[in-house]
Every structure is written in structure tokens, then in C-alpha cells.
């Protein structure tokens, strides 16, 4: 199974920026979807945003607009630009494949943590 290790998070300021890496063990342009997911305590992973082999991304609602999900197959990676960061924004970010059952995936990495707070 692939491996994905993250890295990028930090505290930031309300209105902050942030981009956030993942590496992927093996290579990525086999690899349809990637997405980039968080959790929160005491919320489920959710999904938000993804990016196509062919380069089309789609966010979710929370997020558009100030995120932006890119990939590198060369150095298998993929990033996310996040601006106007708000303190819901608050969670420990993940990257992994996306699929339709992504919420059967079971080797997540360590993610990273994103705290937005003044």
C-alpha cells in the first residue's frame, strides 16, 4: 500500500495562509483522484478537496474559493494552497487516494495540523 506523509501545518491568524505537502510512496500519475480530507475532535474525516489525473479539482462548499489542490506527479506529490484561513478551518489534514469509497480507506498517514486561532 502506498504511504502518505504530510507536513506544512502550522498556527496561523485568522485570515492567514498556509500550503501544505503530501509525499506519496509510489507513483502518482497511475492514481486517478487524490484528495486532501481533515478531521476536527469529535468530527468525522471529511472530504475537501480533490484533483484529477487530468488536473480538474473540485472543493467542498466550506472551502471554495480560498483553497487550491495541485499535484506534481514528477516528485509525487500533491499540495494545498489555503488563504483566508478561518479558526473552523482548524483540523489535522490528510491526503490520501479518492475514490467513491474513500471513507473505507485504512492507511492514512500521521497528517498534518492546521490550527487557526488569534
Known amino acids: 500500500q502506498a504511504q502518505f506523509v504530510e507536513s506544512g501545518g502550522d498556527l496561523v491568524q485568522p485570515g492567514g495562509s498556509l500550503r501544505l505537502s503530501c509525499v506519496v510512496s509510489?507513483?502518482?500519475?497511475?492514481?486517478?483522484?487524490m484528495g486532501w480530507y481533515r478531521q476536527s475532535p469529535g468530527n468525522e474525516r471529511e472530504l475537501v478537496a480533490i484533483?484529477?489525473?487530468?488536473?480538474?479539482?473540485n472543493y467542498a462548499d466550506s472551502v471554495k474559493g480560498r483553497f487550491t489542490i495541485s499535484r506534481d506527479d514528477a516528485k509525487n506529490a500533491v499540495y494545498l494552497q489555503m488563504n483566508s484561513l478561518k479558526p473552523e478551518d482548524t483540523a489535522v489534514y490528510y491526503c490520501?487516494?479518492?475514490?467513491?469509497?474513500?471513507?473505507?480507506?485504512?492507511?492514512w498517514g500521521q497528517g498534518t495540523q492546521v490550527t487557526v486561532s488569534s
Open positions: 484533483i484529477a489525473r487530468w488536473l480538474h479539482t
Open positions: 490520501n487516494q479518492y475514490s467513491e469509497n474513500w471513507k473505507q480507506i485504512n492507511n
Open positions: 509510489e507513483m502518482i500519475s497511475s492514481i486517478k483522484y
